[in-house]
């Protein structure tokens, strides 16, 4: 008994210290391509090019893409498509047999957040290549991009009926914090370059860039008594095409009643 007992306590004492051994120390901190996928899969990458990145010189057919939902706007005639970059997953017998797409959100699980300001619901996109329109008076659809791009945020006009001050209050348009350019000229867009801010009119024909292009956005925020969006956005002083923490942050307001260029605030 006694033998077996001290058999126990040195075979857990060895397996202890080689787990040990091979646990990363503290201060080694997990690389941004160390992505959690669909299935709870964990795929390592020296390369940002397969998670969340991609390259900088491609057609949306020259990308695997997945759409992943049919978005209701509270524009009736009006609906959008979530497009995903996916991953190909291959049988047995070499033959690709279905099709993974990966997404996450701020949300704890659900991509889109309803009401995120009055009259506007939100989707997070996280491989999320491009946003497709479709008119059903027209039949006809379009993307809101003619290249893969990578959707930070999209803001649409919510299904559901939303007030304000008590007040009925409707939206007619889309805005879209994106990376679509490689503004820093490593081959890939991805959360390195500067980040773009545009409004679409309701049919998705006429984009307007309402940040300047020499900012990279960071972050929103609300102000009902105004019923505009304050973003925040940092200059790209150096003109290197990626935002660096010692560059200053600006912050521009954006009229949700009469929507055009945002002008600087401070």
Not at 49 to 69: C, E, I, W
Not at 122 to 145: P, Q
Not at 188 to 197: G, V
Request: a negative charge; hydrophobic letters at 30%.
């Amino acid at each position: 008994m006694i033998n077996n007992l001290f058999s126990f306590k040195t075979l857990f004492a060895i397996s202890l210290s080689t787990m040990m051994s091979s646990c990363p120390g503290k201060d080694e901190k997990q690389t941004e391509e160390q992505v959690a996928v669909s299935g709870g899969e964990t795929e390592s990458t020296g390369n940002d090019s397969l998670f969340n990145s991609v390259t900088g010189n491609v057609t949306m057919k020259q990308v695997a893409s997945f759409p992943n939902k049919v978005i209701l706007t509270g524009l009736n005639d009006h609906r959008l498509v979530s497009i995903y970059k996916s991953t190909v997953s291959v049988g047995s017998a070499g033959n690709a047999t279905d099709y993974k797409y990966d997404y996450d959100s701020d949300e704890s699980g659900d991509e889109s957040s309803r009401h995120f300001m009055p009259g506007i619901d939100i989707l997070f996109g996280y491989n999320l290549l491009n946003i497709a329109h479709y008119d059903f008076k027209s039949e006809k659809g379009n993307f809101l991009f003619n290249h893969p791009v990578l959707v930070k945020t999209v803001y649409y006009p919510s299904l559901e009926q939303d007030s304000l001050d008590k007040l009925p209050v409707n939206r007619d348009f889309y805005l879209l914090s994106v990376y679509d350019e490689d503004t820093n000229k490593d081959t890939l867009i991805n959360k390195k370059d500067l980040r773009r801010f545009y409004h679409f009119d309701a049919g998705c024909s006429v984009r307007t860039q309402i940040i300047p292009a020499n900012y990279s956005v960071l972050r929103s925020q609300y102000d009902p008594k105004n019923d505009v969006m304050y973003i925040f956005a940092r200059l790209d002083e150096n003109k290197n095409g990626t935002q660096e923490k010692s560059e200053p942050v600006h912050v521009f307001w954006f009229s949700l009643k009469t929507p055009g260029k945002a002008k600087r605030l401070y």
